[in-house]
C-alpha cells in the first residue's frame, strides 16, 4: 500500500490559484484505506473548494487511481470532466502520474507520497519497503533495514540508539532490536552472521 499524506489546504488552494472549472479525482485504493483520497474526503475537498469560491465541475472515485485506462473511461463513469478545466487527484503520485498522462488537462496533486508500507490489524504501517529492486527482507526477519532504518543500516544498529528507541526518531522503535527480536522468535539468529553491502541489495 502507498502511504500518502494530505498536503496543507493552503499549499492546494496555492497550487489551483489560476484555476476554475476544477474535477476531483480520488482513489478507492490505498487512499481511500487511509482516508486521504476516498468519498468522503473527496466530498469534503469539494465543499471547501467552493466556500473558497472555487467551482468544480465534479467529481470521481475511481477504483486506483494510479489504474486508470483511458480519458474516455472517466467520462463514462461521470460526463462532468468534460467541463472541467484542471483536475485535482487526491492520491499518491502514481495516481497523478497516471492521471497526467491520460488528461489533457492540468493535472494537481493534493497528496504527498510518503512511502510504501501497509495496514495491520486497523494500523496504517508506513516505511515498510525501500523498492530497492532486489527483496532481501527475508534475511532480515521479514523487516526491511532500508526501509525502517533512518540510516539505511544493512549490518546491525548504529549503537546510538537508548533503550531501544532510535537515536534519530526516539519515538520509533530501532528497528534493529526489533530484527534481532523477530529473528530470535524464529530461531534464525544465524541470519546476522552475514555481511551486507549495498550493491547486493539493490538501488
Given amino acids: 500500500m502507498i502511504i500518502s499524506s494530505a498536503k496543507p489546504f493552503e499549499e492546494i488552494l496555492e497550487l489551483l490559484k ?3 472549472d476544477i474535477f476531483i479525482i480520488g482513489c478507492n485504493a490505498c487512499a ?8 468522503p474526503e473527496v466530498i469534503i475537498m469539494q465543499q471547501r473548494l467552493e466556500e473558497q469560491g472555487k467551482r468544480v465541475a465534479g467529481y470521481l472515485v475511481p477504483s486506483a487511481a494510479c489504474s486508470v485506462v483511458s480519458f474516455d473511461s472517466l467520462i463514462e463513469k461521470n ?10 487527484v487526491m492520491a499518491c503520485g502514481s495516481g497523478v502520474s497516471t492521471i497526467s498522462r491520460v488528461a489533457d488537462l492540468p493535472v494537481y496533486p493534493s497528496n504527498n507520497t510518503d512511502s510504501l508500507g501497509g495496514r495491520s490489524q486497523g494500523e496504517v504501517l508506513p516505511e515498510l ?3 530497492c529492486g532486489n527483496c532481501t527482507v527475508y534475511y532480515f526477519g521479514g523487516i526491511c ?3 525502517q532504518c533512518p540510516k539505511q543500516l544493512l549490518n546491525g544498529p548504529c549503537g546510538g540508539s537508548m533503550e531501544g ?5 526516539p519515538q520509533k522503535d530501532c528497528v534493529w ?3 534481532y527480536q523477530r529473528l530470535e522468535r524464529i530461531g534464525r539468529l544465524d541470519m ?3 555481511i551486507w553491502t549495498m550493491e547486493e541489495t539493490g538501488k
Fill in 18 to 20: 489560476d484555476e476554475d
Fill in 32 to 39: 481511500a484505506k487511509i482516508h486521504v483520497g476516498g468519498e
Fill in 79 to 88: 460526463p462532468a470532466i468534460n467541463e472541467a478545466k484542471a483536475i485535482l
Fill in 129 to 131: 519497503c525501500a523498492m
Fill in 145 to 147: 533495514p532500508k526501509g
Fill in 165 to 169: 528507541k532510535c537515536e534519530v526518531d
Fill in 177 to 179: 532490536r526489533l530484527i
Fill in 192 to 194: 546476522l552472521e552475514r
